[in-house]
């Protein structure tokens, strides 16, 4: 698959539900309204749709929500999915989770073949967790992050830069993931979806955080890629990786290879734009999948070249009406 823009499209990820057993302040209002389930497709039919992605070429799954590991039966889905990574049909199936269910799930998700997962911690601090997850424990998640690493998954710890909430905690997070042997990447918050209170105060250019980082740690330019949008560099004095990834104060769309796809089959060809495919239909529409691949390569011809987003003082409004909890992150 190869979009208008020369861009060879080989990473997919896969929202697989729009539920989340968190209301983190930065991505859900604590009153959301979820899809009815007769909109979700089934397990089996995004195996279908995945599957019908891995013989177009993507080579990198990414299974992501809300919180995937909450949605009943998805091993089913990652061991089904595993399958293709047997084949050498895919190169890499990994996740992204609260961490909530972790404690339960690592060794099946290893069994499955994921062999790397991304968790999401924005703070080691009990009462401040408490507070921007709302419903989220911080021991849980720790345990369950324990138990990864004992199941020998690959961790990468991501951190939401909020101002005024975990600006002072940068440095711990740093030493914490190199004691433990995680990556670490930092990430802006993006004005995506409704949520209850001002983003423009909870904005903080990472340009400021790796300054402030730079002055107590020695920070090496590496070339180290993850086929993602996030910028690499080594923390000499505890060995780890990290990265930053900045969609407002950086234009990253140029090597762009991925698309997106929500819990009710739709294709966001742009985390950043409105425009977007249903591939529901043709895939409920023929038992052959024909028409699916079909609405497929239309979609892909019509991926943009970018994104717009800006966070705008005056327009209180998201840049965006639907929740990152849609399309993953
Ligand atoms: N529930 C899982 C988790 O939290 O990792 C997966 C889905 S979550 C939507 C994916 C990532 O998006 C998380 O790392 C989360 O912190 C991030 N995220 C959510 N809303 C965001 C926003 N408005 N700006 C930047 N990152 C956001
Ligand atoms: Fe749930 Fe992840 Fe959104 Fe937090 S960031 S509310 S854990 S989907």
Request: proline content about 3%; glycine content about 8%; aromatic content about 6%.
């Amino acid at each position: 698959m190869i979009d208008p823009f020369g861009r060879a499209i080989s990473y997919l990820r896969v929202s697989v539900t729009d539920r989340c057993d968190f209301r983190c302040v930065y991505c859900m209002a604590e009153d959301m309204t979820f899809l009815p389930k007769a909109e979700v497709l089934s397990l089996e039919e995004l195996d279908r749709l995945c599957s019908a992605f891995v013989r177009k070429g993507v080579r990198k799954l990414r299974i992501t929500g809300g919180e995937p590991l909450v949605r009943r039966g998805i091993m089913n889905l990652f061991r089904a999915l595993g399958r293709h990574l047997e084949t050498g049909a895919l190169d890499e199936l990994t996740l992204t989770t609260n961490g909530s269910q972790l404690a339960r799930y690592a060794a099946d998700l290893h069994a499955a073949g994921v062999r790397r997962i991304n968790v999401s911690v924005d703070t080691l601090d009990e009462a401040k967790f408490a507070a921007i997850t709302r419903w989220g424990r911080l021991p849980q998640v720790l345990e369950g992050i324990a138990a990864a690493k004992r199941a020998s998954l690959a961790i990468k710890i991501n951190t939401v830069a909020l101002r005024g909430v975990n600006d002072d905690e940068f440095e711990r997070l740093v030493r914490w993931c190199g004691d433990e042997g995680f990556d670490l990447t930092l990430i802006e918050t993006m004005p995506m979806g409704d949520i209850d209170g001002d983003r423009t105060a909870q904005y903080l250019p990472l340009s400021m955080v790796r300054a402030s980082l730079a002055r107590r740690f020695a920070l090496e330019e590496i070339d180290y890629r993850t086929g993602g949008p996030a910028r690499y560099m080594r923390v000499r004095e505890t060995g780890g990786r990290l990265g930053f990834i900045t969609p407002l104060t950086h234009n990253f769309c140029e090597s762009c290879n991925r698309v997106r796809l929500t819990c009710t089959g739709t294709l966001y060809m742009c985390l950043g734009q409105e425009d977007a495919a249903d591939l529901r239909r043709p895939l409920r529409d023929s038992e052959s999948d024909a028409m699916l691949e079909a609405a497929i390569d239309a979609a892909i011809a019509r991926k943009p070249k970018g994104h717009d987003f800006v966070i705008d003082r005056r327009q209180r409004k998201p840049a965006l009406a639907r929740h990152m909890s849609v399309t993953g992150g």
